[in-house]
T-cell receptor
Framework: NAGVMQNPRHLVRRRGQEARLRCSPMKGHSHVYWYRQLPEEGLKFMVYLQKENIIDESGMPKERFSAEFPKEGPSILRIQQVVRGDSAAYFC??????????????FGEGSWLTVV | AQSVTQLGSHVSVSEGALVLLRCNYSSSVPPYLFWYVQYPNQGLQLLLKYTSAATLVKGINGFEAEFKKSETSFHLTKPSAHMSDAAEYFCAVSDKAAGNKLTFGGGTRVLVKP
């Protein structure tokens, strides 16, 4: 059973470019979470999505950041006009249905974004 | 609102010695608590979780943690450190209101000395 798959693992972008990070959840999981880990810091929640629906985006910066989880295909975290402060590791996680709280969420190996 | 505090951003232990990583949480409702481990340049792996069953939780790699409601703590221990335990450890909390959304502590980096 494949785990949470993220790509690319490493991405370098110049300031002002766009970054797109992809996440395929574990088989059978319908919930996706994105977290950001800045250097020397813990993980901070960004957004929680189900298929075609954003459930909680309370951790998303108000500008330049967006996320989607379409009916078909992976979840995508999109960062427009990247700045150096966006350099971080972005982790995707997935869980089964929301029906039972306290479910374990499973993390992917992360996408490391470097803005130069 | 939930929060997690991990005391000590860095811990150094000798191989074979006790590992103790401290975690205190704040939650207005009964919490679910988790410990994750992160090896360099990798994702997070679940060590163990507490979801209101037994207060002493055993996890993988010989780790265990005890939920103490009176102290709002969920400290992680391992009786005998191994070199392979060198990693960063994160405590996290969620609750029924938050669903499966996790709030993480700042992490504790463990160094194991031979």
């Amino acid at each position: 059973n494949a785990g949470v798959m993220q790509n690319p693992r490493h991405l370098v972008r110049r300031r002002g470019q766009e970054a797109r990070l992809r996440c395929s959840p574990m088989k059978g999981h319908s919930h996706v979470y994105w977290y950001r880990q800045l250097p020397e810091e813990g993980l901070k929640f960004m957004v929680y999505l189900q298929k075609e629906n954003i459930i909680d985006e309370s951790g998303m910066p108000k500008e330049r950041f967006s996320a989607e989880f379409p009916k078909e295909g992976p979840s995508i975290l999109r960062i427009q006009q990247v700045v150096r402060g966006d350099s971080a590791a972005y982790f995707c996680a997935s869980s089964p249905s929301q029906g039972t709280t306290g479910n374990t969420i499973y993390f992917g190996e992360g996408s490391w974004l470097t803005v130069v | 609102a939930q929060s997690v505090t991990q005391l000590g951003s860095h811990v150094s232990v000798s191989e074979g010695a006790l590992v103790l990583l401290r975690c205190n949480y704040s939650s207005s409702v009964p919490p679910y608590l988790f410990w994750y481990v992160q090896y360099p340049n990798q994702g997070l792996q679940l060590l163990l979780k507490y979801t209101s069953a037994a207060t002493l939780v055993k996890g993988i790699n010989g780790f265990e943690a005890e939920f103490k409601k009176s102290e709002t703590s969920f400290h992680l221990t391992k009786p005998s450190a191994h070199m392979s335990d060198a990693a960063e450890y994160f405590c996290a909390v969620s609750d029924k209101a938050a669903g499966n959304k996790l709030t993480f502590g700042g992490g504790t980096r463990v160094l194991v000395k031979p």
